[in-house]
């Protein structure tokens, strides 16, 4: 699902890149020139260098142990960074210790496996706009890509806007799928809140509302 949201890219990152699929499909189907991939971990960094050699298609790619999108060389040509798997912390993290993504407007491909509301909430409050979610559901877990950009706009956000942002216009079993997850998150989070301070914060009374909603309309 993410990759597809990647076009005419010319340097694509993959950070986190692990066995490196994602990439060898960036660069195979055309989607990107080049790409550079990333892990920070040596395993399965060296599982993306030979699944590149095995295919014959080494000279399309960089690899690089490293934290994020540090010390990669040359930014200047990277259209388009994607992080798939990881905490939204985590890449929040990262987006801040890299500031090319800034400065060269670099389209960002984001599918946090948890912490989505983090994303959001850094995206939000760091100048970012949220172009588009796509929600998709793997092995009955359910996920919102999103693609990101800077624009310099820095807005502040309430607890819906960073559980459900803008996945709220999807649709179909996995958009569903994925709100009923979001509302279990909220309702965990009120409950921890009101045992914690005794009450909840309105917004987050107002996202679960909010999110009962889109439910009962996805059904
Ligand atoms: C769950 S896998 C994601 C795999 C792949 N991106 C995908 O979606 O199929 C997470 C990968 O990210 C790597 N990773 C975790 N934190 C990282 C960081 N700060 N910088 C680079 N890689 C990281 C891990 O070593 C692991 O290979």
Do not use: W
Not at 38 to 51: C, E, G, H, S, Y
Not at 54 to 71: H, I, P
Not at 117 to 143: M, P, Q, S, W
């Amino acid at each position: 699902m993410a990759a597809s949201l990647v076009c005419n890219g010319k340097t694509v990152c993959d950070v986190g890149c692990d066995h490196g699929k994602l990439s060898l499909y960036l660069v195979k189907s055309g989607r990107a020139e080049r790409v550079i991939a990333t892990d920070i971990n040596k395993m399965p960094l060296q599982k993306a260098i030979d699944l590149f050699s095995e295919n014959g298609v080494s000279d399309k790619a960089e690899f690089y142990l490293t934290d994020g999108l540090q010390n990669i060389g040359d930014t200047s040509d990277i259209t388009h960074v994607v992080i798939c798997g990881l905490g939204g912390d985590t890449m929040a993290q990262i987006i801040e210790n890299a500031p090319f993504i800034k400065e060269n407007m670099v389209q960002l491909v984001l599918l946090p496996a948890q912490s989505g509301d983090k994303i959001r909430h850094y995206l939000y409050t760091h100048g970012f706009d949220i172009t588009a979610e796509h929600t998709v559901g793997e092995n009955k877990k359910f996920y919102s890509a999103i693609t990101a950009v800077y624009s310099g706009n820095v807005k502040e956000c309430d607890a819906y806007e960073c559980y459900i942002g803008k996945s709220e216009s999807c649709e179909g079993a996995d958009a569903k799928g994925y709100f009923e997850m979001v509302l279990s998150r909220l309702g965990k989070k009120a409950k921890g809140l009101t045992i914690d301070t005794g009450s909840c914060p309105q917004d987050i009374l107002d996202a679960i509302e909010k999110t009962k909603q889109l439910i009962a309309k996805a059904e």
